[in-house]
């Protein structure tokens, strides 16, 4: 008899057939009720390949045992029996190979990720929509999503793309494989808020950014009062579907980060969304001031909120910046600055962002002997954080190293145009100003900015390319044109245009008020005003926080010395206390400041 006839006769093929039947309904039964239990993705990896391995004995088991009228009898000696035998130690060899080389896959980024260089441990919180009628509900859905992402941003191993980054995305429907590419993640979560009255409907899901699977959802239909849960439930969902087991600390880490009231992350969206429309042209104090009211707002309702403490020191910094108040008011502006950046340090619970704050204490303190020492711990501690101040250090330090800090960082946020701007300052001050275009360069792909600051005609000029400088001075927009201008003017030695230009920008409708001082002293010099720019330096040494505005002038210029530095006892105090010396090195070398 041959193999095929014996096949028939020992009915095999209605038991492979039967069991391809019945395994297929179990493993489309199983792709349903897992995701429902939260069961992690490798579970039902290991399922289907426990499906898979029942089919060759199925087959085995057909040939081996015959149904007689005496009963089932045993028969596995019979022709063909040691063919059947190797065809199902290769459909087992199949199906283990196959687990192996997902599992695999799924360890390691995947085709686009790793082009991108995404590692499968990466995700980004995109800002949930707003499906409520109620444009107020907008700040609602957004600090939901920051929520979650502050979170996540506390489970070590998971690398989670900045709010700044993230929030790019708003609003845009972007495909989400190029969203992946564009921040370098390979998952990305999404969802939507619905909020009438006092109820609540969330929708969450995170998906494969490289071909959209979706690895998990969820509906949630809840109290507003019930938010934080929820946010805690996507959270710890996501790190399952992740394959990231979380032990006691690690959940009470989650469970401890970010607000837990409401009113305040509300509060803190709309500080952060007028703070963000305040620094859009010149700084327009009147929308700081509405926006520090809103994390007073916040603070008032969660004091243990160390976000709205360290977002809210950047008003004192610009209120204390522009050095037009009395000294008994810039006292006590600077007594609420330092308060609120000790209770920021304190309450924060990232160690590079307590560092970070804590170089920021120091700055605007009267003793930087222990600011080279946290510089070090902010350079050497891993993780991410929000620089605000640290730049201004720059001029001083190892700037080999601080660049590749800085770049290190931008893996956090990749799409902070306002980091990235700074990135690019220093790359000219390191001598590698085509390392800057190519920032403006990715910014403008972006659609994030077309300049940085003056840092695009800075690092034309000093390529020795003033044509494409002026160029790129004239299209700037008219906050930044007449500042670029003056640079351009100055790096060509041509002093009466850029004079001209001073007055221009100085003429600026808000700019008595909305320059700071130090970007005064930077116009100053460029414009060759030595007098002017001693006399601005020496004001602004008084101020409380004037060291650390002299030394951000410094940084911003890149041209060495600025003004005089006997008008600024208290900064030279400052510097000799850090053990850096002046001058600077002058990466720009303007013709028109001549000292």
């Given at each position: 008899?041959?193999?095929?006839?014996?096949?028939?006769?020992?009915?095999?093929?209605?038991?492979?057939?039967?069991?391809?039947?019945?395994?297929?309904?179990?493993?489309?039964?199983?792709?349903?009720?897992?995701?429902?239990?939260?069961?992690?993705?490798?579970?039902?990896?290991?399922?289907?390949?426990?499906?898979?391995?029942?089919?060759?004995?199925?087959?085995?088991?057909?040939?081996?045992?015959?149904?007689?009228?005496?009963?089932?009898?045993?028969?596995?000696?019979?022709a063909g029996s040691k063919r059947i035998f190797m065809v199902a130690a290769v459909l087992v060899a199949l199906a283990l190979g196959w687990f192996m080389r997902g599992g695999h896959q799924a360890a390691s980024p995947d085709a686009t990720s790793a082009a991108s260089g995404a590692d499968t441990r990466s995700i980004a919180v995109l800002p949930f929509a707003n499906m409520s009628t109620d444009p107020e509900n907008e700040f609602f859905a957004d600090g939901l999503s920051e929520e979650?992402?502050?979170?996540?941003?506390?489970?070590?191993?998971?690398?989670?793309?900045?709010?700044?980054?993230?929030?790019?995305?708003?609003?845009?429907?972007?495909?989400?494989?190029?969203?992946?590419?564009?921040?370098?993640?390979?998952?990305?979560?999404?969802?939507?808020?619905?909020?009438?009255?006092?109820?609540?409907?969330?929708?969450?899901?995170?998906?494969?950014?490289?071909?959209?699977?979706?690895?998990?959802?969820?509906?949630?239909?809840?109290?507003?009062?019930?938010?934080?849960?929820?946010?805690?439930?996507?959270?710890?969902?996501?790190?399952?579907?992740?394959?990231?087991?979380?032990?006691?600390?690690?959940?009470?880490?989650?469970?401890?980060?970010?607000?837990?009231?409401?009113?305040?992350?509300?509060?803190?969206?709309?500080?952060?969304?007028?703070?963000?429309?305040?620094?859009?042209?010149?700084?327009?104090?009147?929308?700081?001031?509405?926006?520090?009211?809103?994390?007073?707002?916040?603070?008032?309702?969660?004091?243990?909120?160390?976000?709205?403490?360290?977002?809210?020191?950047?008003?004192?910094?610009?209120?204390?910046?522009?050095?037009?108040?009395?000294?008994?008011?810039?006292?006590?502006?600077?007594?609420?600055?330092?308060?609120?950046?000790?209770?920021?340090?304190?309450?924060?619970?990232?160690?590079?962002?307590?560092?970070?704050?804590?170089?920021?204490?120091?700055?605007?303190?009267?003793?930087?002997?222990?600011?080279?020492?946290?510089?070090?711990?902010?350079?050497?501690?891993?993780?991410?954080?929000?620089?605000?101040?640290?730049?201004?250090?720059?001029?001083?330090?190892?700037?080999?190293?601080?660049?590749?800090?800085?770049?290190?960082?931008?893996?956090?946020?990749?799409?902070?145009?306002?980091?990235?701007?700074?990135?690019?300052?220093?790359?000219?001050?390191?001598?590698?100003?085509?390392?800057?275009?190519?920032?403006?360069?990715?910014?403008?792909?972006?659609?994030?900015?077309?300049?940085?600051?003056?840092?695009?005609?800075?690092?034309?000029?000093?390529?020795?390319?003033?044509?494409?400088?002026?160029?790129?001075?004239?299209?700037?927009?008219?906050?930044?044109?007449?500042?670029?201008?003056?640079?351009?003017?100055?790096?060509?030695?041509?002093?009466?245009?850029?004079?001209?230009?001073?007055?221009?920008?100085?003429?600026?409708?808000?700019?008595?008020?909305?320059?700071?001082?130090?970007?005064?002293?930077?116009?100053?010099?460029?414009?060759?005003?030595?007098?002017?720019?001693?006399?601005?330096?020496?004001?602004?040494?008084?101020?409380?926080?004037?060291?650390?505005?002299?030394?951000?002038?410094?940084?911003?210029?890149?041209?060495?010395?600025?003004?005089?530095?006997?008008?600024?006892?208290?900064?030279?105090?400052?510097?000799?206390?850090?053990?850096?010396?002046?001058?600077?090195?002058?990466?720009?070398?303007?013709?028109?400041?001549?000292?």
């Amino acid at each position: 008899m041959s193999l095929f006839a014996e096949l028939q006769r020992r009915s095999v093929f209605k038991a492979g057939a039967a069991y391809l039947v019945v395994g297929w309904l179990v493993v489309q039964a199983a792709s349903i009720a897992f995701p429902a239990f939260e069961a992690a993705p490798a579970l039902m990896r290991g399922f289907i390949l426990i499906v898979l391995l029942g089919f060759p004995v199925a087959l085995v088991l057909a040939w081996a045992f015959e149904i007689t009228p005496e009963g089932v009898k045993l028969d596995a000696t019979g022709a063909g029996s040691k063919r059947i035998f190797m065809v199902a130690a290769v459909l087992v060899a199949l199906a283990l190979g196959w687990f192996m080389r997902g599992g695999h896959q799924a360890a390691s980024p995947d085709a686009t990720s790793a082009a991108s260089g995404a590692d499968t441990r990466s995700i980004a919180v995109l800002p949930f929509a707003n499906m409520s009628t109620d444009p107020e509900n907008e700040f609602f859905a957004d600090g939901l999503s920051e929520e979650i992402l502050n979170s996540l941003v506390t489970i070590e191993g998971l690398r989670v793309t900045g709010r700044t980054s993230s929030f790019q995305f708003k609003g845009k429907n972007e495909d989400l494989r190029k969203v992946g590419e564009a921040l370098g993640v390979a998952n990305v979560l999404e969802g939507s808020v619905r909020r009438v009255g006092d109820k609540v409907r969330i929708t969450a899901q995170l998906v494969r950014a490289a071909d959209g699977f979706h690895l998990w959802s969820q509906t949630y239909d809840r109290d507003v009062a019930d938010t934080f849960q929820v946010q805690l439930d996507i959270a710890e969902s996501v790190t399952r579907a992740l394959d990231i087991l979380l032990d006691d600390a690690a959940q009470a880490r989650m469970a401890s980060a970010g607000a837990r009231d409401i009113e305040a992350f509300v509060g803190y969206q709309k500080g952060i969304a007028l703070f963000n429309a305040a620094h859009e042209d010149y700084i327009d104090i009147a929308k700081m001031e509405q926006g520090y009211a809103e994390f007073g707002k916040a603070i008032a309702s969660e004091p243990r909120f160390a976000g709205a403490y360290f977002q809210r020191t950047d008003y004192y910094a610009h209120q204390l910046g522009q050095n037009t108040r009395t000294p008994a008011e810039h006292a006590a502006l600077h007594a609420r600055h330092e308060e609120d950046l000790a209770q920021a340090a304190r309450l924060a619970t990232a160690p590079l962002q307590r560092a970070l704050i804590e170089v920021d204490r120091i700055l605007i303190s009267e003793d930087w002997r222990t600011l080279p020492q946290q510089i070090e711990t902010v350079i050497t501690l891993g993780g991410c954080g929000d620089p605000v101040w640290i730049d201004v250090v720059g001029p001083f330090v190892d700037v080999e190293r601080f660049v590749a800090w800085r770049q290190k960082l931008r893996e956090c946020d990749p799409l902070n145009s306002s980091q990235l701007s700074q990135v690019a300052t220093l790359e000219i001050a390191a001598g590698r100003p085509e390392e800057a275009l190519k920032i403006g360069e990715f910014l403008h792909t972006h659609g994030l900015s077309q300049n940085l600051g003056g840092g695009d005609v800075q690092a034309f000029l000093a390529l020795g390319k003033p044509d494409e400088a002026k160029r790129r001075a004239a299209t700037a927009p008219p906050w930044l044109r007449d500042f670029k201008e003056l640079q351009v003017a100055a790096h060509a030695g041509d002093k009466p245009a850029a004079q001209a230009a001073l007055k221009r920008w100085l003429d600026t409708p808000r700019a008595a008020t909305n320059i700071s001082a130090d970007n005064r002293i930077n116009a100053y010099a460029l414009a060759g005003d030595r007098k002017g720019a001693n006399a601005i330096a020496a004001a602004l040494d008084q101020n409380p926080i004037g060291p650390m505005m002299l030394a951000a002038a410094v940084a911003e210029c890149m041209c060495g010395a600025l003004f005089d530095i006997e008008q600024t006892p208290r900064f030279k105090a400052r510097l000799t206390e850090a053990g850096w010396q002046w001058p600077p090195l002058d990466a720009m070398h303007y013709k028109t400041k001549d000292w």
